[in-house]
């Protein structure tokens, strides 16, 4: 497997991990239940739009503007979902440490990756189209700050 599709599937990874993350908090704090389930589903959706993009990569379809010319180290952030999931196993945290930890996942470089795909210029009506769901959402640091405030942390 070449290194862009190796890359986008560690990008899969970090994703699914992420949401495995969050649910595991929508678990242990259901004050913060629907808020933690609709970031997994977020990142899901993610996978899923990595999936595409994996897809039209491996038939030569995904157009060049949409490639990064640096992709980032996304192992780095592989490694920090393994060692966040490692935690969460063995201690207790507070719903402001996993507030803390989703804002940190969501800065990755993983996310700023995912970001940079879908924000750049293409003609190619799938990839617009996957684009625009991104658009059309808030941030999800964003997100995190704005409940954070809203709870008061």
Do not use: W
């Amino acid at each position: 497997m070449e290194e862009l599709s190796k890359r986008i599937e560690a990008c899969i990874a970090v994703e699914r991990a992420s949401a495995e993350i969050y649910n595991n908090f929508s678990n242990k704090f259901p004050k913060a239940r629907l808020f933690f389930q609709e970031l997994s589903k977020d990142e899901e959706s993610h996978v899923t739009l990595l999936m595409v993009g994996k897809a039209y990569h491996k038939v030569g379809k995904l157009p060049d503007n949409v490639v990064p010319s640096s992709l980032p180290d996304i192992y780095v952030t592989l490694d920090l979902t393994e060692k966040i999931k490692q935690k969460i196993d063995s201690e207790e945290i507070s719903l402001k440490e996993a507030l803390d930890i989703a804002s940190l996942l969501e800065n990755s470089m993983a996310e700023s990756y995912l970001q940079e795909i879908m924000m750049k210029q293409t003609d190619d009506k799938v990839i617009a189209n996957l684009k625009k769901m991104l658009i059309d959402e808030i941030s999800h640091s964003e997100k995190i700050k704005d409940f954070m405030e809203n709870m008061g942390l």
